[in-house]
């Protein structure tokens, strides 16, 4: 029997049912006569409160609700890669084709392709014991990831049957096991699970490995792990996007899922347009093709900003699941914060902070503990990485989804308006930001990079802390009175924020650049100092030092220099020896 | 046929509450008659079983609890639509105030608007000129977009607006079919008068449809206005394919109209007594912005808000700085100095501009102008913060040269004559005569092929 409720009473997306309705606790349900989908969010002897994913324009009192049993859920099967979905996992491409260029309510449309035949083979033999996460069978969904579909987490049992490799849909049943207690059950490809609820794995393992993403200041100042946690704060106009897009196109996870939370309609479509020409340097196919985008834009339903979190971060464990690596990036989850906060004041619940709910701080750390480098049920190891943008209002970290944020991530990469006025991006403050994952990586740069990167990394850290307190003095009472010494690092700073930190994205070399490269710009510029500091001990003038135009080639070496030909810099040192020579035989 | 139920059961300022309904739905407009005479809009903001609040579009001056007939109109807040707007004048609920009659058109449109699917959107490309040389060298207008001015009161942001839209329609394809959709929310009659002056002179008057909410009309009727201009907006843009440019002002009135309502709803407030849903709220009118596929029309919105104090960190413009595809803020202090268009350039953004310029658009230099203009001009900054604590005289040559530049900066690029109308070739090369006042070796930002190509050094 279908358990119904009355409407009763309607305030923006909260719907409320009088009495007893024996609905449950976060519970999927169908509001009115348009079937719109919402959510059970709290119950009590007089009245149900549910918050609705859609408009709720035109609703009326005393139409059905009608529950469906299931928590809100995804869909995980073939079909999920190269596609666009709203918060709830609804293909906004089938939404377009049902109701054209704008979105209407009580759409009815499956997350994902039922009829497309995928050409499937399967993995698994009669007799065999399987259990949850173990590989049923193999599919090419993109050109560059084949998915493979995985026996729910709870269920383990014995093969009966399998059908043969083919193509099949993903609602076909492939494989039917006999269960512990001596039913059958069919598997799919396809199977639901709860947006809220963190895929189960078996343990967790220590973050070792960085996640490349060819941006300077990131590798190689503040690395993020993979599996691990950053946050990327800043006012509007600062960069967030921007680093965020960067990330997606060029770091070394096998999928992204990048979920455009409460921001602009026209940057998803830059987003879709952008990732289905450029081409992954890994697989060389295009980037849809390892990605999936989550876009619930700004004038989009409040209650699906807040799930769209939640359904983008169980895409992501689903792959985890298969062995993958993947990256979330969540663009924005101050807009998923003011979501809670905007139906929180709807229920009229006690405000703490600025008018957000007490309950902000769980939240937060619920969503980042998700991620993490896993072994997973079937013993492969994946990762979730997640990196979310913040908005901060004004512009003012010590608001309060900033400060719960930094509570819970290990990376933070700050962004600072007067770097963003000056147009140096990316604007990520280098003394602001800090990495916790530094000392795990350690390790990995010595065996995969260089024994001196770190030692290197941290020179070059210094040498723009002196940088800063000397800017103290400067701004007092100007350069010309620092002793030479000093003035040598206010100039070697500056190469290394406009050669080395500063990088343009649109430039076809400097958008994303490997470790080869930036180890090497490291010591070409470390080796500079090195030398330009024994002159100065030996009395040189720096004024002499920046006649040379040494200091400017230096800059623009990150153009000048392919990716693909580190040898070049050989050609660097020598010049820089040459600058030595030359400065010595004039001043003799 | 439509029940009408006498009287009410609760006055609240702009609030009623009406008891014992049936079938009363959520946003559904009703109308108010008050002693069988005076007619008031109003809208459904909370409905109940047998309970509806409504929000009174006019006022609820004499009302009493007994003397007013309501009745439900069964559809949300719509309004008649035909070509026929362009010329034409309305209040801020979409009923003519010009004395010409009303709209006859069977085409009707719900004036919430429903978001516009990411998928079908076009990604904007193509700019649009404005003729004011910081606009167009520096924050690019693109068609399309959402560009705010943010600016404070005092400040000739009305100028800069009026201008701007003659300038940008009469550009250089002015074959093409375009129109303009202004609304006032709260603005003095004054400011309403400038506008249709304005219009009025630049011949464009029969291309203009005006929403006016002036300071003293219904407050609550602010907060549908901006609504009802774009709900006639996308008409014109992707159902007649014209391009279309709206001017919104004052978003701060209507902030402030959502406050004032949010807080006589008893609503729990979040930052300034704002309500929480201030950012959707703000976003729903931003968003009806952009470009569909396979639709001639564009939808270009330049919203004009005051921020408080000049405050830029204000939820006002902070939270539209979120949504918004960057910003264009007025400066007090060039204000003071009498340069015109006071543009501040640093804070000011355009997000869309790196897509829309360069070869091909504008001319391959652009870019790289703009960034080493940009970062010349931040530098210029510490360089006067020096001056200011050791004095002009003891600074270092170069400091002295950004000192140079930065005035020049200020007077010729960003400052021009009011009704001067640059073309984009003159303003680049404004630009790269400014650059010229500095030494090639601090011209880190521009490619070295392009440096070659337009930098010449000027004593």
Same mark, same amino acid.
Not at chain 1, 361 to 376: K, P, Q, T
Not at chain 1, 574 to 582: H, L, N, S, T
């Given at each position: 029997?279908?358990?119904?409720?009355?409407?009763?009473?309607?305030?923006?997306?909260?719907?409320?049912?009088?009495?007893?309705?024996?609905?449950?606790?976060?519970?999927?349900?169908?509001?009115?006569?348009?079937?719109?989908? =919402?959510?059970?969010?709290?119950?009590?002897?007089?009245?149900?409160?549910?918050?609705?994913?859609?408009?709720?324009?035109?609703?009326?009192?005393?139409?059905?609700?009608?529950?469906?049993?299931?928590?809100?859920?995804?869909?995980?099967?073939?079909?999920?890669?190269?596609?666009?979905?709203?918060?709830? @996992?609804?293909?906004?491409?089938?939404?377009?084709?049902?109701?054209?260029?704008?979105?209407?309510?009580?759409?009815?449309?499956?997350?994902?392709?039922?009829?497309?035949?995928?050409?499937?083979?399967? !993995?698994?033999?009669?007799?065999?014991?399987?259990?949850?996460?173990?590989?049923?069978?193999?599919?090419?969904?993109?050109?560059?990831?084949?998915?493979?579909?995985?026996?729910?987490?709870?269920?383990?049992?014995?093969?009966?049957?399998?059908?043969?490799?083919?193509?099949?849909?993903?609602?076909?049943?492939?494989?039917?096991?006999?269960?512990?207690?001596?039913?059958?059950?069919?598997?799919?490809?396809?199977?639901?699970?709860?947006?809220?609820?963190?895929?189960?794995?078996?343990?967790?393992?220590?973050?070792?490995?960085?996640?490349?993403?060819?941006?300077?200041?990131?590798?190689? &100042?503040?690395?993020?792990?993979?599996?691990?946690?950053?946050?990327?704060?800043?006012?509007?106009?600062?960069?967030?996007?921007?680093?965020?897009?960067?990330?997606?196109?060029?770091?070394?996870?096998?999928?992204?899922?990048?979920?455009?939370?409460?921001?602009? =309609?026209?940057?998803?479509?830059?987003?879709?347009?952008?990732?289905?020409?450029?081409?992954?340097?890994?697989?060389?196919?295009? &980037?849809?093709?390892?990605? !999936?985008?989550?876009?619930?834009?700004?004038?989009?339903?409040?209650?699906?900003?807040?799930?769209?979190?939640?359904?983008?971060?169980?895409?992501?464990?689903?792959?985890?699941?298969?062995?993958?690596?993947?990256?979330?990036?969540?663009?924005? !989850?101050?807009?998923?914060?003011?979501?809670?906060?905007?139906?929180?004041?709807?229920?009229?619940?006690?405000?703490?902070?600025?008018?957000?709910?007490?309950?902000?701080?769980?939240?937060?750390?619920?969503?980042?503990?998700?991620?993490?480098?896993?072994?997973?049920?079937?013993?492969?190891?994946?990762?979730?990485?997640?990196?979310?943008?913040?908005?901060?209002?004004?512009?003012?970290?010590? @608001?309060?989804?900033?400060?719960?944020?930094?509570?819970?991530?290990?990376?933070?990469?700050?962004?600072?308006?007067?770097?963003?006025?000056?147009?140096?991006?990316?604007?990520?403050?280098?003394?602001?930001?800090?990495?916790?994952?530094? =000392?795990?990586?350690?390790?990995?740069?010595?065996?995969?990079?260089?024994?001196?990167?770190?030692?290197?990394?941290?020179?070059?850290?210094?040498? &723009?802390?002196?940088?800063?307190?000397?800017?103290?003095?400067?701004?007092?009472?100007?350069?010309?009175?620092?002793?030479?010494?000093?003035?040598?690092?206010?100039?070697?700073?500056?190469?290394?924020?406009?050669?080395?930190?500063?990088?343009?994205?649109?430039?076809?070399?400097?958008?994303?650049?490997?470790?080869?490269?930036?180890?090497?710009?490291?010591?070409?510029? &470390?080796?500079?100092?090195?030398?330009?500091?024994?002159?100065?001990?030996?009395?040189?003038?720096?004024?002499?030092?920046?006649?040379?135009?040494?200091?400017?080639?230096?800059?623009?070496?990150?153009?000048?220099?392919?990716?693909?030909?580190?040898?070049?810099?050989?050609?660097?040192?020598?010049?820089?020896?040459?600058?030595?020579?030359?400065?010595?035989?004039?001043?003799? | 046929?439509?029940?009408?139920?006498?009287?009410?059961?609760?006055?609240?300022?702009?609030?009623?509450?009406?008891?014992?309904?049936?079938?009363?739905?959520?946003?559904?407009?009703?109308?108010?008659?008050?002693?069988?005479?005076? +007619?008031?809009?109003?809208?459904?903001?909370?409905?109940?079983?047998?309970?509806?609040?409504?929000?009174?579009?006019?006022?609820?001056?004499?009302?009493?609890?007994?003397?007013?007939?309501?009745?439900?109109?069964?559809?949300?807040?719509?309004?008649?639509?035909?070509?026929?707007?362009?010329?034409?004048?309305?209040?801020?609920?979409?009923?003519?105030? %010009?004395?010409?009659?009303?709209?006859?058109?069977?085409?009707?449109?719900?004036?919430?608007?429903?978001?516009?699917?990411?998928?079908?959107?076009?990604?904007?490309?193509?700019?649009?000129?404005?003729?004011?040389?910081?606009? %167009?060298?520096?924050?690019?207008?693109?068609?399309?977009?959402?560009?705010?001015?943010?600016?404070?009161?005092?400040?000739?942001?009305?100028?800069?607006?009026?201008?701007?839209?003659?300038?940008?329609?009469?550009?250089? %394809?002015?074959?093409?079919?375009?129109?303009?959709?202004?609304?006032?929310?709260?603005?003095?009659? %004054?400011?309403?008068?400038?506008?249709?002056?304005?219009?009025?002179?630049?011949?464009?008057?029969?291309?203009?449809?005006?929403?006016?909410?002036?300071?003293? #009309?219904?407050?609550?009727? /602010?907060?549908?206005?901006?609504?009802?201009?774009?709900?006639?907006?996308?008409?014109?843009?992707?159902?007649?394919?014209?391009?279309?440019?709206?001017?919104?002002?004052?978003?701060?009135?209507?902030?402030?109209?959502? /406050?004032?309502?949010?807080?006589?709803?008893?609503?729990?407030?979040?930052?300034?007594?704002?309500?929480?849903?201030?950012? *959707?709220?703000?976003?729903?009118?931003?968003?009806?912005?952009?470009?569909?596929?396979?639709?001639?029309?564009?939808?270009?919105?330049?919203?004009?808000?005051?921020?408080?104090?000049?405050?830029?960190?204000?939820?006002?413009?902070?939270?539209?700085?979120?949504?918004?595809?960057?910003?264009?803020?007025?400066?007090?202090?060039?204000?003071?100095?009498?340069?015109?268009?006071?543009?501040?350039?640093?804070? *000011?953004?355009?997000?869309?501009?790196?897509?829309?310029?360069?070869?091909?658009?504008?001319?391959?230099?652009?870019? #790289?102008?703009?960034?080493?203009?940009?970062?010349?001009?931040? +530098?210029?900054?510490?360089?006067?913060?020096?001056?200011?604590?050791?004095?002009?005289?003891?600074? *270092?040559?170069? #400091?002295?040269?950004?000192?140079?530049?930065?005035?020049?900066?200020?007077?010729?690029?960003?400052?021009?004559?009011?009704?001067?109308?640059?073309?984009?070739?003159?303003?680049? #090369?404004?630009?790269?005569?400014?650059?010229?006042?500095?030494?090639?070796?601090?011209?880190? /930002?521009?490619?070295?092929?392009?440096?070659?190509?337009?930098?010449?050094?000027?004593?």
């Amino acid at each position: 029997m279908v358990r119904t409720g009355e409407i009763y009473g309607i305030n923006g997306p909260v719907v409320y049912i009088k009495g007893n309705t024996e609905f449950k606790m976060a519970e999927m349900v169908y509001v009115g006569n348009e079937r719109l989908i =919402g959510e059970v969010i709290a119950l009590d002897k007089e009245r149900t409160t549910i918050q609705v994913f859609e408009e709720t324009t035109g609703i009326k009192p005393g139409e059905l609700v009608e529950a469906t049993g299931d928590a809100i859920s995804v869909t995980l099967a073939p079909g999920i890669l190269n596609n666009i979905f709203d918060g709830i @996992e609804r293909p906004l491409s089938e939404i377009a084709k049902d109701s054209g260029a704008f979105i209407s309510r009580g759409t009815k449309v499956s997350s994902l392709d039922l009829e497309k035949r995928w050409e499937t083979h399967m !993995t698994v033999a009669p007799g065999q014991r399987i259990f949850g996460g173990t590989v049923i069978c193999e599919v090419q969904e993109t050109a560059a990831i084949v998915h493979r579909c995985m026996v729910p987490p709870e269920v383990e049992g014995e093969v009966l049957r399998v059908v043969p490799d083919g193509s099949y849909t993903i609602e076909e049943p492939l494989v039917v096991l006999q269960l512990t207690d001596g039913t059958e059950k069919e598997l799919c490809m396809a199977q639901k699970w709860p947006i809220r609820i963190p895929r189960p794995t078996q343990r967790r393992y220590a973050c070792t490995k960085p996640l490349i993403t060819g941006q300077r200041i990131l590798d190689t &100042l503040f690395p993020i792990a993979k599996g691990g946690t950053a946050a990327v704060p800043g006012g509007f106009g600062t960069g967030k996007t921007m680093t965020q897009h960067q990330i997606a196109k060029w770091s070394d996870a096998d999928i992204i899922i990048y979920i455009g939370c409460g921001e602009r =309609g026209n940057e998803m479509t830059q987003v879709l347009e952008d990732f289905s020409k450029l081409i992954d340097p890994k697989s060389g196919k295009p &980037l849809m093709d390892r990605t !999936t985008l989550i876009a619930n834009t700004s004038n989009m339903p409040v209650a699906a900003r807040e799930a769209s979190i939640y359904t983008g971060v169980t895409l992501a464990e689903y792959y985890r699941d298969m062995g993958y690596d993947v990256a979330i990036m969540a663009d924005s !989850t101050s807009r998923w914060a003011e979501a809670l906060r905007e139906l929180s004041g709807r229920l009229e619940e006690m405000p703490a902070e600025e008018g957000f709910p007490a309950y902000l701080a769980s939240r937060l750390s619920a969503f980042y503990e998700r991620a993490g480098m896993m072994m997973n049920l079937n013993g492969t190891e994946g990762s979730v990485s997640i990196i979310g943008a913040v908005s901060p209002q004004g512009g003012d970290f010590s @608001e309060p989804v900033t400060q719960n944020t930094k509570r819970f991530v290990r990376c933070f990469w700050g962004l600072d308006k007067s770097l963003a006025y000056a147009r140096h991006f990316p604007a990520i403050h280098w003394l602001t930001s800090y990495s916790e994952y530094l =000392g795990d990586l350690a390790p990995w740069y010595k065996d995969h990079v260089s024994k001196d990167f770190v030692d290197c990394r941290n020179q070059l850290v210094t040498l &723009l802390n002196q940088e800063s307190s000397l800017m103290e003095i400067v701004k007092l009472i100007g350069s010309d009175v620092l002793p030479d010494d000093q003035k040598l690092v206010l100039e070697i700073s500056r190469v290394i924020r406009l050669g080395f930190l500063q990088q343009n994205a649109f430039h076809p070399d400097d958008t994303c650049v490997p470790m080869e490269k930036q180890l090497k710009m490291m010591q070409v510029i &470390l080796y500079l100092n090195a030398k330009a500091k024994a002159l100065i001990t030996m009395n040189m003038p720096i004024s002499v030092l920046k006649q040379e135009n040494i200091f400017e080639k230096v800059i623009a070496m990150k153009y000048d220099i392919p990716n693909d030909k580190p040898e070049m810099f050989d050609a660097y040192m020598k010049e820089i020896d040459a600058f030595y020579e030359r400065v010595l035989e004039k001043n003799a | 046929m439509s029940i009408q139920y006498l009287g009410l059961s609760e006055i609240n300022g702009p609030l009623i509450a009406l008891e014992g309904v049936q079938n009363a739905s959520y946003e559904e407009i009703v109308e108010i008659i008050i002693d069988g005479k005076k +007619k008031e809009l109003g809208r459904i903001v909370e409905c109940y079983a047998d309970k509806a609040v409504i929000q009174v579009f006019g006022s609820t001056d004499n009302m009493s609890l007994r003397n007013t007939h309501t009745k439900l109109s069964g559809h949300p807040m719509e309004i008649p639509l035909s070509t026929d707007i362009l010329g034409r004048t309305f209040n801020g609920i979409g009923q003519p105030i %010009d004395g010409l009659g009303e709209i006859v058109s069977d085409i009707r449109r719900n004036v919430n608007g429903q978001p516009m699917n990411p998928v079908v959107r076009e990604y904007p490309r193509n700019y649009i000129r404005t003729g004011f040389s910081a606009i %167009d060298g520096l924050t690019t207008l693109i068609r399309g977009q959402k560009l705010p001015i943010f600016s404070g009161n005092g400040l000739p942001h009305d100028q800069l607006a009026a201008q701007l839209v003659k300038q940008a329609s009469l550009g250089d %394809d002015s074959d093409e079919k375009f129109a303009i959709v202004f609304a006032a929310m709260g603005v003095k009659h %004054d400011v309403a008068d400038f506008f249709r002056r304005a219009f009025e002179e630049s011949g464009v008057s029969e291309h203009v449809t005006m929403f006016l909410n002036l300071a003293n #009309d219904p407050v609550v009727e /602010r907060l549908i206005t901006p609504k009802v201009a774009l709900t006639a907006a996308e008409y014109l843009a992707f159902e007649c394919g014209m391009h279309i440019l709206v001017v919104l002002t004052d978003m701060t009135s209507f902030a402030e109209a959502m /406050r004032e309502v949010s807080s006589s709803k008893g609503e729990i407030p979040s930052r300034k007594g704002y309500p929480g849903y201030l950012y *959707s709220e703000l976003a729903t009118i931003y968003e009806r912005a952009g470009i569909i596929h396979g639709s001639s029309g564009s939808v270009t919105q330049i919203p004009i808000l005051t921020m408080p104090n000049d405050d830029i960190t204000h939820p006002i413009p902070d939270l539209t700085g979120y949504i918004t595809e960057g910003q264009v803020v007025l400066d007090r202090n060039l204000h003071g100095q009498n340069i015109y268009p006071p543009i501040s350039v640093l804070p *000011s953004l355009s997000r869309l501009m790196k897509d829309g310029i360069g070869a091909g658009y504008t001319r391959e230099d652009h870019q #790289d102008l703009a960034n080493q203009l940009f970062s010349a001009y931040a +530098k210029v900054g510490d360089a006067r913060a020096l001056a200011s604590v050791i004095g002009e005289d003891e600074l *270092s040559p170069i #400091d002295k040269k950004y000192l140079a530049f930065g005035r020049a900066f200020e007077e010729e690029f960003v400052g021009q004559d009011p009704n001067e109308n640059r073309t984009i070739l003159e303003t680049l #090369d404004i630009g790269w005569r400014l650059l010229g006042l500095l030494p090639r070796e601090e011209l880190d /930002r521009i490619d070295t092929k392009i440096l070659e190509k337009y930098y010449s050094p000027q004593e």
